[in-house]
């Protein structure tokens, strides 16, 4: 069993820091020893920044002002995330062949250094965050801290095998399709996709601007609300945030599940899903009513078709996302071009990996002359159709409870030879990206091979204070989120 | 539709400034081809007069002061990004007709 205190959760991290019984340097280097120790095996931290971060530390201690509850807290962010001269590559050769070093931070990481957290690395993910798995990553895979020859999920695998491993205290993600959600269920951590245009997306690697979101993966739902509560909000740098208000979310954690009324989709309890998931599923619904909660059915008939949907907006947008690496602003170069064109081909040729080729083909072709609006025009309605769907199950019940994935976390290699396989990974998780609202993932079981299983708690728009109260009360009656992989 | 030709392939391989090796189109080809061939299933959806959705945020015209502020990054940091040459404090790039 680790006892270090990178196993703390930030609101126990937090009460130990301001008591003064443990440093902040401390604290960092229970982190740092726990990734020196164990990462070799995970292959989460894909850039350590100990050096600045102890620096950090050592200055937090001096002021030894522990307000904030983030103050002094060391954590790791996914490597799409701009943080001024320190190496961001969304772990694609296009990014890291020549380290870009951003001249700029982004709006999470530079609102939590004004909390005073502390950068102390970077996570691994999917190359440019597509995949489910971290296979497509230029560093090669993460491994699940609970069985290493099986995937952390992916794209935040990085952030969610470092979270459950104890190698930070919490961690940032992104989540375009499932990104956050289904790493944190299949390690078994706790993972908020927030409402789109709750959080900034400024200075983060984008994939799919109408689909991405920045959020957390962490230990607890308390911790969720914390950090939540320091990085929502409008930014004059990100036309989609919101100017609504941000709540007091921990203030409204302990609200209770008493007349709460779940609903429970039939199509996600549908074939394909291994029973041992829906059985954890069911059992926490289980847990729930007796908590106080009103269980009730629903359907959302159009969730068949939302692979599809995502599978065409997803890619026609990475297509444009990805037009601006051409090798001359930054990234990849090609020497000796004959022209520009042959050194677009080639510096675009070279950098990219398989994934990413195939999803800028897809968007190409699905948006060029003829196909456009067979494929993508369509696909926006259909996208209309989901939301809608969503809207009226929100007007039967507060929130709809459904598993994270299909299955428990699956073996590295599984389905690298079939990217519709891959693809179909996403049923459960991109319908929420396509319609907008947040999903909180949290662990509610184990399979027989201790295999962690997730569920995700959805709301609709803006409504985090209702689900991140129902998983705190969900959390406090049970105690899956408090195991621990029996790492070396 | 879904059945593609490598001759496709190629050409939008081209548009989107890629190259592929045959190997490479005749794998990316079979591969566009399932999902695509996976994506037609949309059609069944009866979709007549539904707008579609282009984002969510419910936000229209969302509109700043037109007011120049400094920016975080200065122009030689960008620069600094850049792999090609820098000269006079612009990037110089390969010729656009060789």
């Not at chain 1, 006892?3 to 982190?31: D, N």
């Not at chain 1, 390690?187 to 997306?201: F, I, P, Q």
């Amino acid at each position: 069993m680790n006892m270090s205190l990178s196993t703390l959760t930030i609101s126990q991290a937090h009460e130990k820091l301001k008591k003064k019984e443990i440093s902040s340097v401390e604290l960092v280097k229970a982190c740092i020893e726990r990734i020196e120790k164990v990462d070799k095996n995970l292959n989460a931290v894909v850039f350590r920044n100990f050096d600045r971060a102890l620096e950090e530390a050592k200055k937090t201690d001096s002021v030894g002002k522990f307000d904030h509850p983030l103050t002094g807290i060391p954590y790791l962010a996914k490597d799409v995330y701009c943080e001024k001269g320190v190496p961001t590559t969304a772990c694609s050769n296009v990014l890291r062949d020549k380290t870009y070093l951003p001249p700029f931070d982004s709006t999470t990481t530079k609102r939590l250094k004004a909390k005073g957290a502390i950068s102390i690395g970077k996570t691994n993910t999917d190359e440019f965050t597509m995949g489910a798995s971290t296979e497509t990553s230029c560093y090669g895979v993460t491994k699940c801290p609970w069985d290493l020859t099986r995937v952390a999920g992916g794209s935040s695998g990085g952030s969610a095998a470092a979270v459950s491993a104890d190698e930070c205290v919490f961690a940032l993600g992104t989540d375009t399709g499932g990104s956050i959600r289904q790493p944190a269920s299949f390690c078994g951590c706790v993972g908020l996709k927030v409402t789109y245009g709750r959080t900034s997306r400024y200075g983060g690697v984008s994939m799919a601007s109408s689909l991405d979101s920045i959020g957390t993966l962490v230990k607890s739902v308390e911790d969720a609300a914390l950090v939540l509560e320091s990085i929502a909000g409008k930014d004059p740098m990100d036309s989609t945030t919101s100017d609504r208000p941000v709540p007091g979310y921990l203030r409204s954690l302990k609200g209770g599940l008493k007349g709460l009324k779940i609903g429970l989709p039939k199509e996600y309890f549908a074939k394909g899903i291994d029973p041992e998931v829906e059985q954890a599923v069911r059992s926490a619904a289980e847990t729930m009513r007796k908590l106080g909660a009103e269980i009730l059915d629903v359907s959302l008939p159009r969730t068949k078709y939302a692979i599809a949907t995502y599978y065409v907006l997803c890619p026609c947008e990475v297509s444009s996302n990805m037009a601006r690496y051409d090798g001359i602003r930054y990234g990849h170069t090609a020497a000796k071009p004959k022209d520009l064109i042959d050194y677009y081909l080639r510096a675009r040729s070279t950098g990219f990996g398989p994934e990413v080729k195939r999803r800028i083909m897809i968007g190409t072709f699905a948006l060029s002359a003829g196909y456009y609006d067979a494929y993508y025009l369509k696909a926006q309605k259909v996208r209309t159709l989901i939301k809608n769907e969503f809207e009226d199950a929100f007007k039967q019940v507060d929130i709809i409870l459904s598993p994270v994935a299909p299955t428990p976390a699956f073996k590295v290699g599984a389905h690298t030879d079939d990217p519709l396989a891959m693809y179909l990974e996403d049923a459960f998780t991109v319908p929420i990206n396509l319609a907008g609202i947040p999903g909180l993932s949290l662990p509610c079981g184990f399979s027989k091979n201790n295999l962690p299983i997730g569920m995700q708690l959805l709301g609709p728009q803006w409504a985090e204070e209702t689900i991140l109260r129902a998983g705190y009360a969900y959390e406090q009656a049970t105690d899956w989120h408090k195991q621990k992989p029996a790492l070396v | 539709m879904p059945a593609l030709t490598q001759a496709q392939v190629q050409h939008i391989a081209k548009l989107a400034r890629l190259t592929l090796t045959p190997a490479e189109a005749e794998k990316m080809t079979k591969e566009l081809s399932s999902i695509l061939q996976y994506v037609e299933q949309l059609k069944e959806v009866n979709t007549d007069s539904v707008i579609p959705t282009a984002q969510v945020t419910g936000l229209t015209n969302t509109l700043r002061e037109d007011q120049v502020k400094p920016s975080e990054a200065k122009p030689d940091d960008l620069l600094g990004c850049s792999p090609m040459p820098i000269v006079e404090h612009q990037i110089q790039v390969p010729h656009a007709h060789g």
